[in-house]
């Protein structure tokens, strides 16, 4: 994730933020002006620039004099100029007042409508008592009082606009540059940097953003490499098997070996065990993806103990290790698919009975606790590293580091009794025993 691209998205996002705060900001400027302008604009006997200070002054006199004789006193000496497109005629239809003058030559003439003046009734009472009539060129007046009365109005919005920016480039910091750490990163890990992690900071918000990011790109990294360890542990688990087969059939076609039993039974057994490991493979692939069908019903796991203990009781016996069961409960039974728990257990038994020395002893207890029944398998082999207790189920592991088959299989016994398990709503555990030795517990709700 370099600097360049960090900053590059923390200008597009602050050119972005500053966008948005100036359209705000004229878009309310051209709402309030045209509303204003508006309103203004429609004669009504309650609009402002009709009523005041014209027309209210001419019915204040009206209804102070009676009449309009002397109406020329209401305009005072050097004001007139806002009666230059305004004319006064009364109730007869004749002109009173011409552009605020009572000497014009039209003083006393009927008034002859214009098809551009607008006519404002003056009214006393809500008795017409004349008429005043405004010329089109009135209406920049109105203009000018409009922006007169957005004046203030602008500067106050401009204010707040200044200050709201001012607010948010102070805010950038906390808000905009931890948001464009994390998309970024996430660019970064669109290409396949998934190292890439993000600082942790900001409002609680984008702190919990970047925490889940970096969760996520950890997980990202880790399933990654696992993925890559599974491809490297399975050409090695098929390499193997192959060699051996390749050799014998080779030595066998070039007449090194006779094509005897004797020789081909090495390479049939290397098929046998091929066969083997991709099975397993397949199951616990098809475990993993939650695809493998399960055919539950109520299972005794007493039975099924003593029954997996039976099938693996020569091998013990062979390697003079004892074997038993021990049943703390009587009734111990649960809604499981009887031949996927008993790979469970044989996997677990075939796991001790590999680990555990000659003269050892391994045995499988069963438990039932609240609401759940226990099913554990304990050995009193040389147990696990304590650091290596959390990976003990992950495929292909071996407590023995060594590739060789000598003590060790390939790895998937334990994987895949931790994915049949909990697909079947269980929990596996592991732990080393004080007085020696790996106990594996699995755990079956009881419906």
């Known amino acids: 994730m370099s600097d360049d691209s960090v900053r590059s998205i923390q200008t597009r996002l602050f050119l972005l933020l500053l966008r948005a705060f100036i359209t705000v900001v004229l878009l309310i400027l051209v709402i309030v002006f045209a509303l204003t302008t508006y309103f203004l604009s429609t ?44 004319t006064l005629v009364g109730p007869d239809g004749r002109i009173l007042l011409d552009r605020g003058e009572a000497d014009s030559p039209l003083v006393g003439s009927p008034y002859v409508p214009g098809s551009d003046n607008r006519v404002v009734p003056l009214l006393i009472k809500g008795q017409s008592v004349g008429t005043l009539v405004l010329s089109d060129t009135f209406v920049p007046r109105q203009l000018n009082s409009t922006l007169g009365l957005l004046a203030p109005v602008g500067l106050i919005s401009i204010f707040l606009a200044v200050l709201t920016i001012i607010i948010g480039i102070l805010l950038v910091r906390r808000m905009v540059y ?80 006779p094509s005897n039993a004797e020789h081909i039974t090495p390479a049939l057994e290397e098929t046998y065990l091929l066969e083997r490991l991709v099975e397993d493979l397949r199951l616990l692939t098809l475990a993993e993806s939650r695809q493998l069908h399960f055919e539950k019903s109520q299972v005794d796991l007493n039975e099924l103990a003593r029954h997996v203990i039976d099938l693996f009781q020569a091998e013990a016996e062979d390697r003079k290790i004892s074997l038993s069961v021990q049943t703390a409960a009587a009734d111990a039974v649960a809604l499981l698919d009887s031949q996927r728990t008993e790979q469970v257990v044989g996997n677990l038994l075939a796991n001790a009975l590999r680990y555990t020395p000659e003269a050892g002893r391994v045995w499988v207890t069963v438990e039932k606790e609240a609401g759940s029944v226990v099913l554990i398998v304990s050995d009193s082999g040389p147990g696990v590293p304590e650091e290596d207790l959390p990976r003990i189920f992950n495929r292909f592991w071996r407590a023995e580091k060594s590739r060789s088959r000598a003590s060790g299989g390939a790895g998937l016994g334990l994987a895949i009794a931790r994915q049949l398990v909990e697909a079947q709503n269980g929990r596996i555990s592991a732990r080393n025993l004080p007085e020696g030795g790996l106990q594996v517990r699995c755990e079956f709700p009881v419906e």
């Open 43 to 86: 004669p009504t006997r309650f609009n402002p620039p009709e009523r005041i200070p014209i027309v209210s002054r001419l019915e204040t006199f009206y209804l102070a004099r009676g009449s309009w004789q002397g109406v020329r006193v209401i305009i005072p000496v050097g004001e007139s100029r806002e009666w230059e497109n305004a």
């Open 178 to 257: 931890p948001l464009a750490e994390v998309i970024a990163a996430a660019r970064a890990v669109a290409g396949g940097d998934l190292s890439t992690r993000v600082p942790v900071s900001g409002p609680d918000d984008l702190r919990a953003l970047s925490d889940s990011f970096n969760h996520m790109a950890a997980s990202l990294e880790q399933n990654d490499r696992e993925r890559r360890d599974m491809l490297a542990d399975i050409a090695h688990e098929l390499r193997t098997p192959l060699t051996v087969m390749r050799g014998r059939l080779e030595g066998i076609v070039d007449g090194i070996y």
